[in-house]
Nanobody
Framework: QVQLVESGGGLVQAGASLRLSCAAS????????MGWFRQAPGKEREFVAS????????VYADSVKGRFTISRDNAKNTMYLQMNSLTPEDTAVYYC?????????????????WGQGTQVTVSS
């Protein structure tokens, strides 16, 4: 059973940075893509970034490109999202997700496995 557990959310001011973590267990993830999604109040869940677990190729949404960095630590089975230059528009619940798909596919296909989410709030 795949388990994904996010951590690292919080309340920060605009311009600050946060790093989210996603601890993964229950499977060998070498053929998986893992990603971050977010959902703001009253909006649909949207793709943020994804990474192919085995070779680390990454994909980003245009809205976060240049500010967010996705990475993974194979030894710790943990994925990260480094978020810099945060704005109030980044306020959302951030979810970790995984599936047996190419990293690019997570742009348009909702993954099978999800974490419980972590709240990120950016004040102006």
């Amino acid at each position: 059973q795949v388990q994904l557990v996010e951590s690292g959310g919080g309340l920060v001011q605009a311009g600050a940075s946060l790093r989210l973590s996603c601890a993964a267990s229950g499977r060998t993830f070498s053929n998986y893509a893992m990603g971050w999604f977010r959902q703001a109040p009253g909006k649909e869940r949207e793709f943020v970034a994804s990474v192919r677990w085995s070779w680390g190729s990454t994909v980003y949404a245009d809205s976060v490109k240049g500010r967010f960095t996705i990475s993974r630590d194979n030894a710790k089975n943990t994925m990260y999202l480094q978020m810099n230059s945060l704005t109030p528009e980044d306020t959302a619940v951030y979810y970790c997700a995984a599936d047996l798909l190419p990293a690019q596919a997570l742009r348009t296909i909702l993954p099978k496995y999800w974490g419980q989410g972590t709240q990120v709030t950016v004040s102006s």
